[in-house]
């Protein structure tokens, strides 16, 4: 019974303690880290973040996978501003952006995108980079609004042809990672998802683990993935997706992206093909290479590359190859852009 009342009087104060250490930790990361990047009012009451870095058109705008924030693309950005302007920015509802008011469709995040690159003053023509997810949100944009596009960089893009409802298959996974990351919001409220983070990303990664085995072989295999995955990444940035999974916000978000799958996949499978436009495909080399219909479906000017050796995330398995192919299209937008300018001033001159 002495027990019991134990356990009745400590169980809140546990809850309390873990919800000031989510609290203080939450303010320090912001004041660690927001000051890399600006945050840009878009209207309604949502904020977007955004880094830029670099000089020279025409700008390069990153987009990132499903789940994944401005911080996935930072070495690829740092390479790439050595050459021309870059943005890199997290959509609503992820990293330190303000939680999503709309359906997480490439159409609605397009919008959003747009608004948060003529409030920073970015101007077109862009070159596109989308990995995965992100792939169909820089094709919607290509393909909705051409004249403010100049080049297209796909890595290793997600297929609507394999997700629900066109590959219902695939709907029970769906479905479990948003119970998951609906199970994610107390966990983070409470300060336990800042332990198992922070442990795993700067620490011994004791603390991770436990929680890992807690959640069975699936919670392990999790894990293995994501620690393989991050640690492809600059040391400097794991503290930030540290911050960023520690908060609710992020499995919010990433329940919110879940969830608009289905309505992704009706979107995109009437999806316009990218028409004038210089575009090639990354396609890991673990997967299935596109049809010669399929690259010409995403437009028929599209290039298809193998990426050898590389697994889903090809711009953290070969930095180089993803480099090379963003650089080669940039200079070839300042050649035809040149071509462009030299041909007009001579027929001005002859008239």
Same mark, same amino acid.
Do not use: C
């Given at each position: 019974m002495v027990r019991l009342l134990w356990l009745l009087l400590l169980f809140p104060a546990a +809850? %309390? +303690?873990?919800?000031?250490?989510?609290?203080?930790? $939450?303010?320090?990361?912001?004041?660690?880290?927001? /000051? +890399?990047?600006?945050?840009?009012?878009?209207?309604?009451?949502?904020? +977007?973040?955004?880094?830029?870095?670099?000089? /020279?058109?025409?700008? @390069?705008?990153?987009?990132?996978?499903? %789940?994944?924030?401005?911080?996935?693309? $930072?070495?690829?950005?740092?390479?790439?501003?050595?050459?021309?302007?870059? &943005?890199?920015?997290?959509?609503?509802?992820?990293?330190?952006?303000?939680?999503?008011?709309? #359906?997480?469709?490439?159409?609605?995040?397009?919008?959003?995108?747009?608004?948060?690159?003529?409030?920073?003053?970015? %101007?077109?023509?862009?070159?596109? @980079?989308?990995?995965?997810?992100?792939?169909?949100?820089?094709?919607?944009?290509?393909? $909705?609004? !051409?004249?403010? &596009?100049?080049?297209?960089?796909?890595?290793? !893009?997600?297929?609507?042809?394999?997700? !629900?409802?066109?590959?219902?298959?695939?709907?029970?996974? &769906? #479905?479990?990672?948003?119970r998951l990351a609906g199970l994610g919001v107390p966990v983070a409220r409470f300060g336990l998802a800042r332990l198992a983070t922070t442990s795993l990303f700067c620490r011994s990664g004791k603390a991770s683990r436990l929680f890992s085995r807690a959640a069975g072989s699936g919670g392990l295999h999790v894990l293995d993935r994501v620690t393989c995955e991050v640690s492809k990444m600059p040391r400097w940035v794991w503290p930030i997706v540290a911050a960023h999974w520690s908060s609710p916000k992020f499995y919010r978000g990433l329940a919110a992206h879940l969830h608009a799958v289905p309505a992704t996949v009706r979107e995109m499978a009437d999806a316009k093909p990218v028409i004038g436009i210089p575009l090639c495909v990354?396609?890991? /080399?673990?997967? #299935?290479?596109?049809?010669?219909?399929?690259?010409?479906s995403i437009g028929p000017e599209a290039e298809q590359v193998i990426a050898e050796n590389c697994g889903h995330w090809v711009h953290l398995d070969d930095h180089a190859l993803v480099l090379q192919t963003t650089r080669e299209m940039v200079e070839q937008i300042r050649s035809n852009s040149a071509v462009a300018v030299e041909t007009a001033d001579e027929l001005s001159s002859m008239r």
């Open positions: +809850l %309390a +303690l873990g919800a000031l250490y989510q609290w203080a930790g $939450a303010l320090k990361d912001r004041r660690r880290f927001l /000051g +890399l990047g600006t945050m840009f009012d878009i209207g309604d009451g949502r904020r +977007l973040y955004m880094s830029q870095r670099g000089s /020279g058109g025409p700008s @390069v705008i990153f987009e990132s996978g499903i %789940a994944a924030t401005s911080q996935n693309w $930072a070495q690829m950005q740092e390479a790439v501003s050595n050459f021309a302007h870059t &943005v890199a920015y997290d959509r609503g509802g992820l990293g330190w952006s303000s939680p999503n008011t709309t #359906e997480r469709t490439p159409s609605n995040i397009v919008a959003e995108l747009r608004l948060l690159l003529q409030q920073a003053g970015v %101007a077109p023509p862009y070159v596109l @980079v989308g990995h995965s997810f992100g792939g169909l949100i820089v094709r919607h944009f290509a393909a $909705a609004f !051409p004249d403010e &596009v100049a080049g297209v960089v796909l890595v290793d !893009p997600m297929r609507p042809e394999d997700w !629900p409802p066109l590959k219902e298959a695939q709907r029970p996974m &769906v #479905e479990r990672g948003i990354l396609t890991a /080399g673990t997967a #299935e290479p596109l049809s010669p219909d399929a690259v010409r």
